[in-house]
């Protein structure tokens, strides 16, 4: 088995290349990674620093030497230039992991989020056409926008527009344009979603995530926050958050990708309930001047204070879509059927999560 993954640095891109070779050491023959250099980090010195941290599964600290030989690290400048390294090889898998995770709504960023996401999957996938047998695509679980209500897994005939910001629209017209492409071509796609990642529910260390995003940055403004000034969190009482743990995430899609299964959404199946997730998470770090409002919260409206201002124009711009979005039931029977979702309390998965970041100082592994 011969597989390209890109994103292997990443917070579930790291995770999946662990899972790959954990659920199938014996039949890899060889996993090509596209690193790019960072600072004056090497690919392979990035790839390198990765696998011998101590927060890597057991399996692959004990059986590092074979699996070191089975990885073929890419300068990510020759991606799109295959026949640089593949000559005539075939590749079984391309997991495309990789993409460009920005929330924001400002209509200025949209080009460049939709060049990283949409454009450059386009040309990926034109350049590997000939050299692949399936290509697997990892969207987001919110790509089809804030729709409420029971969420299923098909999201090619889901054109409501309602996206929450333009990360949301170029993931789903990423998996539009991969569908038809894939009929075109005649090459089996499949559509990956997962939800909001969190820390580690199996893998050791448990709550350990490399890169703290999403309710994590949330938990961390507010960590920072010494201000005694009110800031009112504009959400509603139904409102909740889908939160996966990113290594349940990598499992189902190893275990996925030799399935025909064209459209998954890995996603718990109940959200955590916002009001009582963020009323943990300012017990956790220690913020206790602050209040839930159903109010619109704007420049226009009017802030109570800085501290309030200073959250609604910066991550308050690019998180209240999702604390005011309506309410979704997701089905997870397919899912279920490939490997159960962990049984867990949602709310204290969510305060443990929390806990282990602000014990890091919510500081990203920088691989």
Known sequence: MNIILTGATGTLGSKILFSLFEQNSKSIEKVYLPIRSKNSTTPDERIKKMLHSEFVPKFIQNNLS?????????????????????????????????????????????????????????????????????????????????????????????????YRNHYEASKHASEKFLLEAGREYKIPVQILRPSVLGGNIKDHPHFFISKY?????????FYNNSSKDLIRISTTATAGLNIIP???????????????????????????????????????????????????????????????????????????????????????TLLESILPIPTYDLEEYLSETVTFAKSKKFRSQQW
Do not use: C
Not at 82 to 100: C, E, N, V, W
Not at 213 to 221: D, I, R
């Open 66 to 162: 074979s699996i070191l030989k089975k990885i073929k690290v890419i300068d990510a400048t020759f991606l799109l230039d295959p026949t640089s390294f593949l000559k005539d090889q075939k590749i079984d898998f391309f997991i495309h992991s990789a993409g460009f995770v920005n929330l924001s709504t400002d209509l200025g960023a949209k080009e460049d989020i939709f060049r990283e996401n949409f454009q450059f999957t386009k040309d990926i996938f034109r350049s590997y056409a000939p050299f692949i047998e399936k290509f697997v695509y990892i969207s987001t679980a919110f790509a089809a926008g804030d729709i409420g209500g029971v969420v299923d897994n098909d999201y090619s005939n889901k054109q409501n527009g309602k």
């Open 213 to 221: 995003m999403v309710f994590y940055l949330f938990a961390k403004f």
């Open 246 to 332: 990113t290594d349940y995430a990598a499992q189902v899609i190893v275990k996925a990708m030799t399935k025909d299964i064209e459209q998954l959404n890995i996603v718990h199946s109940e959200e955590t309930n916002l009001m009582r997730g963020m009323s943990k998470i300012f017990d956790i770090v220690g913020f206790k001047n602050f209040s839930f409002t159903q109010e619109k919260i704007n420049s226009v409206t009017g802030f109570k204070s800085e501290s309030e201002k200073f959250y609604y124009e910066t991550i308050g711009v690019h998180l209240n879509p999702y604390l005011t979005s309506m309410p979704n039931q997701w089905d997870t």
